[in-house]
């Protein structure tokens, strides 16, 4: 079976500094992994996406993830924050290998709030 | 190119009524899911349909819930009778490929919201 963890249920930062939203997996195969993006009525946004190329995945909107196989992690960055990359977002893992990669398993979801 | 289309925006109803919600695929996209998000929760998968089949409905609670997509392109998820535990907004996505492949790429219609009372 296939499980994500997100450790943060908010994190809060000012404009312009880094931002780390992390995330820990747990999956009986060769995972594909997610980050996935909720701005409030809207639907949701993939991010960026891993699935056993460059452990470093570059995302949209300067966001970046790095696959640690040995930590199981697949943590969320970006340098710099800006006011509209607040919104909630998701951590995901593919639930079966080889068949159907849409079949995903969300986790909790993390709250980004940005201060001026 | 049109994104996923999703009605109505809100629904409330009160408990035992029945209520169903609609979703068009983009177009041409022949694998569609349906989630439910409940407050506080990430997105669960309800069921997935490959054209107008069902691949997989081990999540979906058949007692109450039930969807089709009969002519493979739009489908309807309904609930009968609707408890309070439904409320939760219903996410509609699709995709291209078969769901075989990990260059899939799902796109997300905005939800509908239901409001169990």
């Known amino acids: 079976a296939q499980s994500v963890t997100q450790l943060d249920s908010h994190v809060s930062v000012s404009e312009g500094t880094p931002v780390l939203l992390r995330c820990n997996y747990s999956?009986?195969?060769?995972?594909?992994l997610f980050w996935y993006v909720q701005h409030p009525n809207k639907g949701l946004q993939l991010l960026l996406k891993?699935?056993?190329?460059?452990?470093l995945v570059k995302g949209i909107n300067g966001f970046e993830a790095e696959f640690k196989k040995s930590e199981t992690s697949f943590h969320l960055t970006k340098p710099s924050a800006h006011m509209s990359d607040a919104a909630e977002y998701f951590c995901?893992?593919?639930?079966?290998?080889?068949?159907?990669?849409?079949?995903?398993?969300f986790g909790q979801g993390t709250i980004l709030t940005v201060h001026p | 190119e049109a994104g996923v289309a999703q009605s109505p925006r809100y629904k409330i109803i009160e408990k035992r009524q029945s209520v169903a919600f609609w979703c068009n695929p983009i177009?041409?996209?022949?694998?569609l899911y349906w989630y439910q998000q409940i407050l506080g929760q990430g997105p669960k998968l309800l069921i997935q349909f490959q054209n107008n089949g069902v691949v997989d409905d081990s999540q979906l609670p058949k007692d109450r819930f039930s969807a089709e997509r009969l002519k493979g392109v739009d489908s309807t998820l309904k609930i009968q009778p609707a408890k309070l535990e439904d409320s939760a907004v219903y996410l509609c996505a699709s995709s291209s490929q078969r769901g075989d492949r990990r260059d899939e790429k799902l796109f997300f219609g905005s939800g509908t919201q239901l409001s169990v009372l």
């Open positions: 891993y699935t056993s190329a460059a452990t």
């Open positions: 999956s009986s195969y060769s995972p594909s």
């Open positions: 995901v893992v593919s639930r079966i290998r080889g068949t159907s990669y849409g079949k995903l398993t």
């Open positions: 177009s041409g996209h022949a694998t």
